[in-house]
């Protein structure tokens, strides 16, 4: 019960042309923007299994035996394999962005569907009925947004701006540094419409070449020339001065929990996340934005910067990674042990898990089969497996719940 994995690419605009020929070796004749290579079971993008040179969808091999391939706890729990991982590789900022809470998912995924709204329609909210909590783990240097700033922070970049059109609003985010406050300053900013929008824009990119104090300010304004170049006329502009900006080194996580505002900037990493596809915009797109469905489901609390990365704990060869969530583990396999490269290393299973081959190879061998992952390469063990040996040299990482 352990098959290689034939993945579906995501051709985004915002992705990257040459970053996973780059790194895995994947072809690109078209040169196509190579935005997310999906493993998992997600209707929008659902992996094969190949066995003997046939193949077969992924949901439809979970399909036929829920138990065997997930487990009891995950096959009662919830129903389908309850992650989704991709390799995100990105060239330009990706939409800031929230994602629901289960229970706001739910009722957000039945109230569409009630009114008839198709699933493919721009005005959709909800795609699907769950959370979308995620992790990143960076694979080369890894720009992002993750979570608002400290209050004072987010006064003090607004200060340096020299948008006189947020004066009072900054004033009275100064006088009450609440979450509350916050709520209401975020909302002011992003549902800037017409001569206003204008004119906030005009007076934050006026000399934007020399705003910002210190290596923080500096960092957020220089962030915000950068959109411009793309996003020359949209609120997301104001985003840096809001969210902490932050760079992952590769081998550096973080994770994301729902309901927090963020956007992947550039960079490529493994991201994994609850199978779900539900995305709330706040800004730097085209696409559709519900301001007021946008707020009732982001948390309005600030993350210290030293907060935002996440830390993991060795045990041997593995980093294992501290996940506040049910839907998915994720673990670093690191053989560079000689001693390891034949005799390998034994894991049980307890549930259904994907592993990605990142560097050099691996071999994975349950009873009665036996398979070579090279870099770039993933493959599924099912719950019914019991366990399995892996062996070689590089790294992997290991998806499981």
């Known amino acids: 019960m352990i098959y290689k994995l034939d993945n579906i690419i995501q051709n985004y605009p915002w992705g990257s042309t040459t970053a996973m020929n780059a790194l895995f070796g994947i072809s690109n004749p078209d040169s196509l923007p190579q935005a997310e290579l999906w493993m998992g079971a997600h209707p929008n993008g659902c992996s094969k299994i190949v066995n003997n040179g046939s193949s077969q969808l992924l949901s439809e091999w979970i399909e036929a035996s829920p138990e065997q391939v997930l487990g009891r706890y995950t096959c009662d729990k919830f129903g389908e394999l309850p992650y989704l991982m991709k390799v995100l590789s990105a060239d330009k900022p990706l939409s800031i962005q929230v994602h629901p809470k289960k229970s706001k998912a739910v009722e957000g995924f039945e109230r569409e569907n009630q009114a008839g709204i198709p699933l493919s329609a721009p005005e959709r909210n909800y795609k699907d009925p769950n959370h979308k909590p995620e992790l990143v783990y960076a694979l080369t240097n890894y720009k992002a947004m993750n979570g608002f700033r ?19 609003h900054v004033q009275a985010l100064n006088a009450c540094q609440t979450p509350a406050q916050l709520a209401v300053f975020f909302r002011t900013v992003i549902a800037l419409d017409g001569d206003e929008k204008l004119k906030a824009i005009a007076q934050l990119m006026d000399n934007i070449e020399q705003k910002g104090k210190g290596e923080v300010g500096k960092e957020a304004f220089a962030m915000v020339a950068e959109f411009s170049k793309d996003y020359p006329d949209d609120v997301g502009l104001f985003a840096p001065l809001m969210l902490n900006v932050i760079e992952l080194e590769a081998g550096e996580a973080m994770f994301l929990h729902a309901e927090t505002p963020h956007a992947y900037v550039k960079g490529t990493g493994i991201e994994i996340m609850a199978n779900s596809d539900n995305v709330l915009r706040a800004g730097l797109t085209p696409k559709h934005i519900d301001v007021d469905e946008l707020l009732d ?92 040996r892996y062996s070689g040299y590089g790294k992997a990482v290991r998806a499981f719940n």
């Open 297 to 388: 489901n982001t948390r309005f609390e600030s993350i210290p910067h030293q907060h935002l990365r996440l830390r993991p704990k060795t045990k041997g060869h593995r980093q294992v990674y501290p996940i506040p969530v049910d839907d998915f583990k994720f673990e670093v396999l690191t053989l560079s042990d000689g001693s390891l490269q034949e005799t390998g290393c034994q894991e049980f299973v307890c549930s259904a898990e994907i592993i990605m081959c990142l560097e050099g190879e691996m071999t994975l061998s349950t009873k009665g089969a036996e398979i070579l992952l090279a870099k770039g390469e993933s493959a599924i063990i099912a719950d019914s497996a019991g366990s399995y």
């Open 150 to 168: 400290v209050i004072s922070e987010i006064i003090e970049l607004f200060e340096q701006s020299g948008c006189s059109v947020f004066r009072p």
